[in-house]
């Protein structure tokens, strides 16, 4: 079974410009989550999808990104206009619901896309 | 979330067990301990959870003290892909917004050949 694919593996672009971050999830996973770690901090959680429906999204830093899961399959991450700041690796990973235990499911990270803004 | 307190780094010789620390003495009641570690180039992955009995799978074992304020993580027989950070991070399992992992610094494990 394949795993979480993410695309572009490395993006390099200008402030200012827009970029689009893709995650395909685990095939039957309705869980989806964004995560990020800049230069020097930690990984930091951006928002939760169910499906197409955004459960969670208190970590999405600001107006300038958008996250989208349209028809519960793939996502992405817009970033627009980008600043110096969001330069990092961004995380997408996926989890099974299963039986009214999500909570407990293990989360499968794809390999991330690192994204630097010159 | 409650917060973890974890070794900024450990070192260990290959084929020996590693046994990593981990604690959470403002644990509630309703948090589940989860590890997860990242190697290198590569996004985090899970280890293992557990609520408040020792746990073993084919990667690990957990062992979690009876008042539930610590844990360790135990690698059996280290190898060199098992070099990486690891994370202890506390979920509260009734689930909302708790769904989201919350990743400290973490433990980054040498294994000397």
Same mark, same amino acid.
């Given at each position: #079974?394949?795993?979480?694919?993410? /695309? ?8 200012? $410009? ?11 996973? *309705?869980?989806?989550? =964004? ?6 901090k930690?990984?930091? !959680?951006?928002?939760? /999808?169910?499906k197409?429906?955004?459960?969670? #999204? ?9 996250? &989208?899961?349209? %028809?519960?399959?793939? +996502? ?6 980008? &600043?110096? &700041? *969001? +330069? ?14 999500g909570?407990?499911? &293990? ?12 | 979330?409650?917060?973890?307190? $974890? ?9 020996e067990?590693?046994? @990593? ?13 989860? =590890? ?5 180039s590569? %996004? ?7 609520l ?10 957990l062992?979690?003290? #009876? *008042? ?11 190898? @060199?892909? *098992? ?6 991070? @506390? ?7 708790n769904?989201? @992992?919350? !990743?400290?610094? %973490? ?7």
């Amino acid at each position: #079974e394949a795993g979480v694919t993410q /695309f572009p593996s490395h993006s390099v672009i200008e402030k200012g $410009q827009t970029v689009t971050l893709r995650c395909d999830p685990i095939s039957g996973h *309705d869980n989806l989550y =964004w995560y990020r770690r800049v230069m020097g901090k930690e990984i930091k !959680f951006l928002l939760h /999808f169910v499906k197409e429906s955004k459960q969670d #999204e208190s970590g999405m830093p600001n107006n300038r990104f958008l996250a &989208e899961r349209t %028809g519960g399959t793939y +996502s992405t991450l817009k970033v627009q206009p980008a &600043e110096l &700041e *969001d +330069s990092g690796v961004y995380f997408c990973a996926s989890s099974h619901s299963g039986h009214g235990t999500g909570i407990y499911n &293990e989360q499968f990270f794809g390999p991330g896309t690192r994204l630097t803004v010159l | 979330d409650a917060k973890t307190t $974890q070794p900024n780094s450990m070192e260990s010789n290959e084929e020996e067990p590693v046994h @990593l620390p981990c604690n959470h003495s403002t644990i509630s009641g309703t948090d589940y301990i989860h =590890w997860y570690r990242q190697l290198p180039s590569q %996004g985090p992955e899970y280890v293992i959870h557990g609520l408040t009995s020792n746990v073993n799978n084919r990667m690990a074992s957990l062992a979690i003290a #009876e *008042d539930r304020k610590s844990s360790t993580l135990i690698l059996h027989r280290a190898t @060199l892909r *098992d070099a990486a950070v690891y994370y202890c991070i @506390l979920r509260d399992r009734r689930g909302g917004s708790n769904y989201k @992992l919350t !990743f400290g610094k %973490g433990t980054l494990l040498t294994v000397n050949p």
